[in-house]
């Protein structure tokens, strides 16, 4: 019997890497999928899947790796949205074509992500799609206009999406990542922070699983997930 298929757009070395291995734990066949794609490719031979190259925000690319997916693993079952952009700066200073270009990876891949995601899953009468979300998606801060405005449309859009998709059969949902995720680069900060108080890859990715295996009778539209000393 064929294995169900994990796409995950938007793969770096933390959360994106996370939910690779615990979807390939899961026992499904994992696609993986980011601009660049040499740097997945010891990723992909480490759980056994493939690597593709994409850009999200482009929608002949977003076809073109759905179609790779389809011909060499099968037409996916869960589809992740992880792919992000931030560029921090005063309402006053920014750039209109940085904005454009924050808003397109944050909100216009999910919509042309989710879409074809979507369409392969109505037929099929089944699938999940899950949307990562941050704080920005649920608060615009000061300096985070960039961030806040993508973040907001793809919240949007998740619930758009299941309201309309899931009576076909198809599980939309979002999480709001509320918190600063364990990496090298909040090495420093870990020191300062109590025992877990980064939020861990892996406990994200496993949230996810969560999500993907729920019962259609409890379906969750939006979760989200912060480290036990966040303040919220």
């Not at 405005?149 to 999406?161: D, I, N, W």
């Not at 922070?193 to 019962?215: C, F, K, N, S, V």
């Amino acid at each position: 019997m064929a294995k169900d298929v994990a796409l995950i757009v938007g793969v770096g070395p933390g959360l994106g890497a996370a939910l690779a291995r615990r979807f390939a734990q899961g026992g499904l066949a994992v696609a993986v999928a980011a601009r660049r794609v040499d740097a997945l490719n010891e990723l992909a031979r480490e759980i056994g899947g493939r690597a593709y190259a994409c850009d999200a925000t482009e929608e002949d690319s977003v076809s073109q790796l759905f179609a790779a997916v389809e011909r060499d693993l099968g037409r996916p079952t869960v589809v992740v949205y992880n792919a992000g952009a931030f560029s921090p700066g005063s309402v006053l200073e920014i750039n209109a074509a940085e904005f454009e270009r924050c808003w397109r990876a944050l909100c216009l891949g999910g919509f042309l992500v989710g879409q074809r995601a979507a369409r392969g899953m109505v037929e099929a009468g089944r699938g999940t799609i899950l949307l990562t979300g941050a704080t920005a998606s649920v608060r615009g801060g000061a300096r985070f206009a960039n961030l806040a405005v993508g973040k907001f449309g793809l919240r949007a859009l998740a619930q758009s999406m299941a309201r309309e998709l899931g009576p076909k059969g198809v599980h939309v949902a979002h999480i709001v990542i509320d918190g600063q995720i364990r990496s090298e680069r909040y090495a420093e900060l870990e020191k300062q922070r109590p025992a877990d108080g980064l939020l861990d890859p892996d406990a994200i990715a496993e949230a996810y699983w969560h999500l993907h295996m729920q019962a259609r009778s409890a379906w969750t539209l939006e979760i989200d997930l912060r480290p036990w000393v966040e303040k919220f």
